[in-house]
C-alpha cells in the first residue's frame, strides 16, 4: 500500500524534526506545502508544490498522484504542528483512502502558547473559529473556565474579546500568542474589557487562551437554558417553544447517546432542538419545521446560542422532508399537523436499532392518539405537571403550566 508522510512543522526552524521525519523528506520525491512551510525545508531533492487553492483541489491531485503510473513516487505533506490536532491529518483520514498516512507530528501552537504562560491545560477546552462561526464561543464560554481558541484574519482576537464583552465575559483574561517558536514569537495579556477596546494589530498567526470569568444566560455553565432567552416573536419566552422543564425531561427521556443523529420534528422556534445540540456536541442534530415564522426565530436561536456546527435547520413538512436526513438513532416528535400515526410509521421503520422516540401529549384527543399509537411497542409513560410561583400583588400564587404528557418508545 502506498504510504503518505505528514511531517509537522514549528516555529521557523525545522532543526527540531524528529529523524524519522527527515528521513520521509529526504525520501519524497513530491512535497507538498503552504508557500512559508516549503521555505522551511529547502534542498531536498523532491518537487515542491503548493497546496491549491481552493483546498478541494489537493484531493484530485492526490487521488491522481496514487495512480499506478505515479506508484514508485513517494510523496510528503507538511503541516503546521501536529497535523492530528485541527490540522490537515484530519481532512485526510476522512478523504484520502487505499493509503497508509504516517504522521510525525511536532508540538501544537496551543501545546505551546500554554507552556509560554505557565498554565496545565488538561483541563481546557480547545476550539477553532478559523473558518468558522465566531459564535461557537457562546457555546462553550459558559461551560469552562479555560478555552483555547484557534483565529482567522475574521475572528481575530479584537473580535473574540468583543464577542466576550456581549455575552457579559468583560472580566475575563486573554492571552494573545502570536508567531512561536520564531524569532517574532510575543504573547500578550488582557483583560477582555480592554482588548476589545484596543486598535493593535496582531500577526495572523496567533492563538488566544481565554479565563473566562462571567455568566451569560447565553451561555449557561448547566443544561436548562431560560424560556426568555428564546428568540420567539412573544414576551417572556412564550410562543413555539417547549419550556425548560418539558424540554429536560423529554432530552432525559431519549437519553441520546453522542456523535449519533437526531430528529426533532415540528421544532417550534428550538428550544428543544438548541438544547439538545449545545450539549450534545458530537452529534448531529435535524430541525424540522414548516411554519415560515417559526423557521425565523429557529434560525436567530441556532445562532444565539452558538451551535449552528451541529444543528441543521430544515425548513419542510414531514414525513417528505425525512427522507433525504440520515437515519436517527433519536427522535422528538413535537409537531405532526395531524399526521401522527404516517410520521411515527416512517420514523420507526427510519430509526435505528435501540433507538427512541418521545413524543408529548397536551389535549386528550392527541393523549387518546398516543394510546393507540403505543399498541404492541414496549412504551414507557410519564407526565410532567408544573406549577411556577407568579406575583398577585403584595402574595405570591403557584400558577400551574398544562401537564404534558411524554411517550418514549424504544425500538429492540
Given at each position: 500500500?502506498?504510504q503518505?508522510?505528514v511531517?509537522g512543522?514549528s516555529?521557523?526552524?525545522?532543526?527540531?524534526l524528529?529523524?524519522?521525519?527527515?528521513?520521509?523528506l529526504e525520501?519524497?520525491?513530491?512535497l507538498y506545502?503552504?508557500?512559508?512551510q516549503?521555505?522551511?525545508?529547502?534542498?531536498?531533492?523532491?518537487?515542491?508544490?503548493?497546496?491549491?487553492?481552493?483546498?478541494?483541489q489537493?484531493?484530485?491531485?492526490i487521488?491522481q498522484?496514487m495512480t499506478?503510473?505515479?506508484?514508485?513516487?513517494?510523496?510528503?505533506?507538511?503541516?503546521?504542528?501536529?497535523?492530528?490536532?485541527?490540522?490537515?491529518?484530519?481532512w485526510?483520514t476522512r478523504?484520502?483512502?487505499?493509503?497508509?498516512?504516517?504522521?510525525?507530528?511536532?508540538p501544537?501552537?496551543i501545546?505551546?502558547?500554554?507552556?509560554?504562560?505557565?498554565?496545565?491545560?488538561e483541563?481546557?477546552?480547545?476550539?477553532?473559529?478559523?473558518?468558522?462561526?465566531l459564535?461557537?464561543?457562546?457555546?462553550?464560554?459558559g461551560?469552562?473556565?479555560?478555552?483555547?481558541?484557534?483565529?482567522?484574519?475574521?475572528?481575530?482576537?479584537?473580535?473574540?474579546?468583543?464577542?466576550?464583552?456581549?455575552?457579559?465575559?468583560?472580566?475575563?483574561t486573554?492571552?494573545?500568542?502570536?508567531?512561536?517558536?520564531?524569532?517574532s514569537?510575543?504573547?500578550?495579556?488582557?483583560?477582555a474589557?480592554?482588548?476589545?477596546?484596543?486598535?493593535?494589530?496582531f500577526?495572523?498567526?496567533?492563538?488566544i487562551?481565554?479565563?473566562?470569568?462571567?455568566?451569560?444566560?447565553l451561555?449557561?455553565?448547566?443544561?436548562?437554558?431560560?424560556?426568555?432567552?428564546?428568540?420567539?416573536?412573544?414576551?417572556a419566552?412564550?410562543?413555539?417553544?417547549?419550556?425548560?422543564?418539558?424540554?429536560?425531561?423529554?432530552?432525559?427521556?431519549l437519553?441520546?447517546?453522542?456523535?449519533?443523529t437526531g430528529?426533532?420534528?415540528?421544532?417550534?422556534?428550538?428550544?428543544l432542538?438548541?438544547?439538545?445540540?449545545?450539549?450534545?456536541?458530537q452529534?448531529?442534530?435535524?430541525?424540522?419545521?414548516?411554519?415560515?415564522?417559526?423557521?425565523?426565530?429557529?434560525h436567530i436561536?441556532?445562532?444565539?446560542?452558538?451551535?449552528?456546527s451541529?444543528?441543521?435547520?430544515?425548513?419542510?413538512?414531514?414525513?417528505?422532508?425525512?427522507?433525504?436526513?440520515?437515519?436517527?438513532?433519536?427522535?422528538?416528535l413535537?409537531?405532526?399537523?395531524g399526521?401522527a400515526?404516517?410520521?411515527?410509521?416512517?420514523?420507526w421503520e427510519?430509526?435505528?436499532?435501540?433507538?427512541?422516540i418521545?413524543?408529548?401529549?397536551v389535549?386528550?384527543?392527541?393523549?387518546a392518539?398516543?394510546?393507540?399509537?403505543?399498541?404492541?411497542?414496549p412504551?414507557e409513560?410519564?407526565e410532567?405537571?408544573?406549577a411556577?410561583?407568579?406575583r398577585?400583588?403584595?402574595?405570591?400564587?403557584?400558577q400551574?403550566?398544562?401537564?404534558?404528557?411524554?411517550?418514549?418508545?424504544?425500538?429492540s
Open positions: 500500500m502506498k503518505i508522510d511531517v512543522l516555529g521557523d526552524s525545522p532543526l527540531s524528529h529523524p524519522s521525519a527527515r528521513m520521509a525520501k519524497a520525491d513530491i506545502g503552504s508557500e512559508r516549503l521555505a522551511l525545508v529547502p534542498g531536498y531533492k523532491a518537487n515542491y508544490r503548493q497546496i491549491p487553492s481552493p483546498f478541494s489537493l484531493q484530485a491531485e487521488t498522484l499506478p503510473e505515479h506508484a514508485a513516487e513517494h510523496m510528503v505533506l507538511l503541516a503546521s504542528g501536529d497535523p492530528l490536532f485541527y490540522g490537515i491529518g484530519g485526510l478523504w484520502i483512502k487505499g493509503v497508509n498516512l504516517c504522521f510525525h507530528p511536532q501544537s501552537a501545546q505551546l502558547a500554554f507552556s509560554r504562560i505557565g498554565k496545565p491545560w483541563q481546557a477546552c480547545v476550539l477553532s473559529v478559523h473558518g468558522r462561526p459564535s461557537t464561543l457562546r457555546r462553550e464560554a461551560r469552562h473556565t479555560l478555552l483555547a481558541v484557534l483565529t482567522d484574519n475574521n475572528n481575530h482576537p479584537i473580535a473574540i474579546a468583543q464577542a466576550l464583552v456581549d455575552m457579559h465575559f468583560g472580566d475575563s486573554i492571552w494573545v500568542a502570536e508567531d512561536l517558536e520564531t524569532r514569537e510575543k504573547v500578550s495579556c488582557f483583560s474589557k480592554e482588548l476589545a477596546q484596543s486598535t493593535q494589530t500577526s495572523p498567526l496567533n492563538v487562551i481565554i479565563e473566562t470569568r462571567g455568566q451569560s444566560a451561555s449557561p455553565s448547566f443544561p436548562g437554558l431560560p424560556n426568555t432567552a428564546f428568540s420567539t416573536g412573544s414576551p419566552g412564550q410562543g413555539m417553544l417547549t419550556k425548560r422543564e418539558v424540554r429536560l425531561a423529554a432530552l432525559a427521556q437519553q441520546p447517546p453522542p456523535g449519533t430528529w426533532d420534528i415540528g421544532a417550534g422556534c428550538g428550544g432542538a438548541v438544547e439538545w445540540a449545545r450539549w450534545s456536541i452529534s448531529r442534530i435535524y430541525a424540522i419545521e414548516t411554519n415560515p415564522a417559526r423557521l425565523e426565530h429557529l436561536n441556532q445562532q444565539r446560542f452558538g451551535v449552528e451541529n444543528l441543521q435547520i430544515v425548513a419542510g413538512r414531514a414525513p417528505d422532508a425525512l427522507q433525504a436526513l440520515p437515519a436517527p438513532h433519536s427522535i422528538y413535537g409537531g405532526s399537523q399526521q400515526t404516517e410520521i411515527l410509521a416512517y420514523c427510519r430509526l435505528a436499532p435501540g433507538g427512541r418521545v413524543i408529548p401529549a389535549t386528550l384527543e392527541t393523549r392518539a398516543l394510546v393507540t399509537l403505543a399498541q404492541g411497542k412504551a409513560w410519564l410532567i405537571a408544573v411556577s410561583g407568579k398577585a400583588g403584595p402574595l405570591t400564587m403557584m400551574p403550566q398544562r401537564p404534558v404528557l411524554l411517550l418514549t418508545l424504544e425500538k
